[in-house]
């Protein structure tokens, strides 16, 4: 899809593709056939960009038709480079200006104690996300208002655009930050799925706190000339490099 459109942030994506598997499939209440359901759990992809992750995503998890990813950033599609409210189902919020989606979800997750719902709201963010002071208003406003039913889950791969992001801003030690502002935090390998399921998957919390994970990932994730390499976060696979990665991909 990033090669067919010529659009970038195939690493950012690869990064967060496992948290998002192990999220839709084995731990977010949530039905492709009845996608507005009141009772739903709330996902925002915060780091906007990372949407190839989501749109296959959802894809798979059958939201909706396989066949609309090949119309991704087409003139006239529904798939944009970043998502749009509603473009699909499953999408809950248009994202991608960053350090919004945690706000967002606050919202939804205050309204649903208001309305004496029972969801729970997801919002997986990026690293250098955590730049932006909106984040850390929101990080104070949910333990103040006791939202023990949002996860925050910061996707670590260790760069931003420019540079590795705790070179950019003083990012860690991240974690104790989180619980500094009255979140229970935890850190995990972003990449095990059986611990992300473990990690989301929580219960009734009787701490009034809200959870942030810190997912400790690897920036173009599966592929061997892309892990780790920060060129992926703009650059576009030509054909060849599409094989080559597909031939990496392959199940064993």
Known sequence: MSHRAGTPHLGSSLSCVDI???????VLNVDPRDPRRADRD?????KGHAALALYVTLARRGFFDQETLA?????GGVLAEHPGPGCVPGIEAATGSLGHGLSLGLGMALAGKIQEQSFRVFVLMS????N?????????FAPARRLDNVCAIIDYNKWQATGRSNETLALSPLREKWEAFGWEACEIDGHDIEGLIATMAWGPSTSGKPRAIIAHTVKGRGVSFMEDDNNWHYRIPTAEEVLKAAQELQPS
């Open 132 to 140: 932006e002071g909106s984040v850390w208003e929101a990080a104070l």
């Open 42 to 46: 709330r996902f925002i992809l915060s």
């Open 71 to 75: 119309t991704y950033n087409c003139d």
């Open 20 to 26: 998002l598997t192990a999220a839709y499939w084995s």
């Open 127 to 130: 690293d250098g996300e955590c």
